[in-house]
């Protein structure tokens, strides 16, 4: 190890990680131990220490367990000098020399530190500028010398790991570790709405997003030859992560640039043939006062509270004629009354053509159902379109009524009303589903464009459908009563029968009794993904990859793995069974697979759930709780001994999907039986 190395600061928390403990465990070392790495940086409540000596020292108490790669060069990448997001693009711009031009990257890794950080920055520039363009019109600045110094280490352990996983893969665990790790500072697009908004643009060859972020919603552009993809946000690191991001994933030519879009548009002169947007909603100080006699208010001038209706217009005004437009947009810009003018000119011209309604929770901030537009420029040969195309799509649930929305079921829906209406002009109406509006129907004094107001959900009070719900209900209750523990079976237990010593999952995994392993929702397009909402609420794989690649090797659920939720403070932990196997497991899951000479699933699952474990291993943040796995604690008894409790687990897991199911159908037949009184279909009875 080089003495650069020592530059790389880990925190308490990196350093239990390493270690395979708690934070407790950390904190008592640093007071019983005098020989102790001291603190080098961070603060008095939060010190961080020298990576290189941290590990030293660990090693020599015998306390270093086999860190993965990614988890060191994770470390690196944290706590390097200069910061996570330089040392991001840093790992970026060696990424792709590794991936374009392998041979140079060997050459150039061959050497001391300080002679790699010399010829690093020609040969980054060698690979970047065909890429990316030239200096003066992208994003990415070439480090030099100087400051590519401190990230050598960590550029050649990206390179080991890219040699494991990929260098697109291993961009992609970077970037998703960090934004993981900063969830306040970043407003991503879920994978799913941003291939639902891709694919609403059909198949162009030039893409732009005006407030690319990190690149979302143009990694979700289909590859193909001679695709041009442009970008701009207003902060630089983003920009140039998107450029970089864009480049290790396809051979697309790629064009961002750093800039505020509204005041200073670097693509003004360009026309492309898609735009996609997830624009910043509800802000005030977007350019009001200065872009009064802008030429991109074709519809009308927005007011100042009308943001997102300034980008709608600035996405009309770089397509060229018959381009589309897709916005993720907030539901009130649909019926704010002082956007009813700028929303009625663009329907009388026909710019406006659907507005999708998303169920909640499909795209942050994740307590709204966002809305999708989806937008065309006028073609001045062209007629108007006569009909705007409404989509709702919160009742689209699963088909034994879970709570969970399937988005693929959203996604085929929406697209299959859109192609429609792309390509007939109108669509027969699908209760509460779907339909093309007439657009003098639209225009009247408020302009409301919400689909939910002009697709009520369709009445479920129908008898004979009503019926069968409370005879399945009945057969639900009674199995719930069945199921019921029994009074014997809630008695303490006897006097002088000692609790058995505890352990943790950090012991068992390190003993070989279990391994332990992370989601990351990554694999080839269509694997069903495991959500930690499938987990909590005991329902079906409900995620989708979306990654399009088949290199990918994402973690596969197999029957008798315990699968346990990390983030939101809750006590769940979930058994896999044949019908869950083989999927994929997504973020925020941590997976367990136990040795079945060792460890039963159902006790280990049972234990897990104890909500005194989850207090003790979970640590707080002012609005969430992140869950420790390793520091979950459990009984130590032989296999023999497990069975007791697991039989025990596994008849209340039982018990409580019978609740659920109870629950489920018990809302059925509550809403069905007010909307058929409502609606007439259904008669009042009698007193």
């Not at 143009?218 to 030859?225: E, I, K, Q, S, T």
């Not at 008849?651 to 909307?675: C, I, K, N, P, Q």
Request: one cysteine or more.
């Amino acid at each position: 190890m080089t003495p650069r190395d020592d530059t790389t600061e880990v925190t308490a928390a990196g350093i239990a990680r390493l270690a395979g403990v708690g934070r407790a465990a950390v904190s008592n070392w640093r007071r019983r131990h005098g020989d102790f790495p001291q603190p080098v940086g961070g603060t008095g409540s939060s010190p961080s220490f020298a990576l290189a000596e941290v590990e030293r020292w660990l090693r020599d108490q015998g306390k270093l367990v086999e860190v993965p790669l990614r988890e060191r060069v994770w470390q690196q990448l944290a706590g390097h000098p200069a910061g996570p997001l330089t040392a991001l693009l840093h790992a970026g711009c060696a990424l792709l020399l590794v991936r374009d031009r392998p041979p140079a990257w060997l050459a150039v890794s061959a050497v001391s530190d300080e002679r790699m950080a010399r010829l690093l920055p020609a040969e980054l520039d060698g690979v970047v500028t065909p890429r990316l363009g030239a200096r003066r019109e992208r994003a990415v600045r070439v480090p030099d010398a100087t400051a590519l110094l401190p990230s050598v280490p960590l550029l050649r352990g990206v390179a080991e790991l890219a040699a494991e996983l990929g260098a697109r893969q291993t961009f992609e665990f970077l970037l998703g570790r960090h934004t993981d790790a900063n969830p306040r500072q970043y407003t991503l697009t879920p994978a799913g709405p941003a291939d639902l908004m891709a694919r609403l643009a059909g198949t162009p060859r030039t893409v732009l997003d005006p407030a690319c972020g990190t690149g979302a919603l143009l990694r979700a552009v289909p590859a193909r030859p001679g695709r041009h993809l442009s970008g701009q946000d207003s902060a630089p690191e983003l920009a140039a992560l998107t450029a970089l991001r864009l480049a290790l994933h396809s051979d697309a030519t790629v064009r961002t640039l750093a800039g505020d879009t509204l005041r200073a548009d670097g693509h003004e002169d360009r026309r492309v043939e898609a735009v996609l947007c997830h624009p910043p909603f509800n802000e005030r100080n977007w350019g009001h006062d200065e872009l009064a006699y802008d030429a991109r208010w074709e519809y009308g001038f927005p007011a100042r509270a009308e943001s997102e209706l300034a980008w709608v217009q600035h996405a009309l005004a770089r397509l060229t004629d018959g381009g589309t437009a897709v916005l993720l947009m907030p539901p009130a810009a649909a019926s704010r009354r002082s956007g009813r003018r700028i929303r009625a000119d663009l329907l009388r011209r026909g710019a406006l053509r659907a507005v999708i309604a998303l169920p909640a929770g499909a795209a942050p901030p994740y307590n709204l159902p966002l809305h999708v537009w989806v937008l065309r420029r006028p073609d001045a040969a062209a007629r108007p379109a006569p009909e705007l195309l409404l989509v709702e799509t919160a009742g689209l649930l699963a088909a034994d009524g879970r709570d969970q929305q399937l988005w693929p079921a959203v996604q085929d829906t929406v697209l299959d009303a859109w192609q429609h209406v792309d390509r007939h002009g109108t669509l027969d109406e699908r209760p509460g589903i779907a339909r093309s509006v007439p657009v003098l129907e639209l225009l009247d004094d408020e302009v409301d464009l919400a689909p939910a107001r002009r697709l009520p959900p369709p009445a479920q009070g129908g008898g004979t459908e009503l019926a069968a719900v409370r005879q399945g209900l009945g057969e639900a209750l009674r199995r719930a009563v069945d199921l019921t523990p029994r009074a014997e079976d809630l008695a303490p237990p006897a006097e002088g029968s000692g609790r058995p010593p505890l352990t943790t999952v950090g012991e068992l995994a390190r003993a070989g009794a279990l391994a332990l392993h992370t989601g990351t929702g990554a694999g080839p397009a269509g694997t069903p993904v495991l959500t930690d909402h499938d987990v909590l609420g005991g329902g079906p794989p409900t995620g989708t990859a979306q990654d399009g690649t088949a290199d990918d090797e994402p973690v596969r659920t197999a029957p008798g793995d315990v699968v346990v939720p990390v983030f939101g403070g809750g006590a769940a932990a979930r058994v896999i069974d044949e019908a869950t196997a083989g999927a994929a497991l997504g973020r925020g899951l941590a997976l367990l697979r136990p040795d079945p000479a060792a460890l039963d699933p159902w006790f280990l699952a049972g234990f897990l759930r104890g909500t005194a474990s989850h207090r003790r291993a979970s640590s707080y943040a002012s609005t969430s709780a992140r869950l420790d796995v390793r520091r979950l604690e459990l009984p130590r008894l032989p296999l023999a001994g497990q069975r007791g409790y697991a039989e025990r687990f596994r008849e209340l897991a039982a018990f409580e999907d019978a609740l659920r199911h109870a629950s489920r159908l018990g809302e059925r037949l509550v809403r069905g039986l007010h909307d058929g009184l409502t609606e007439g279909t259904l008669p009042p009875g009698t007193a």
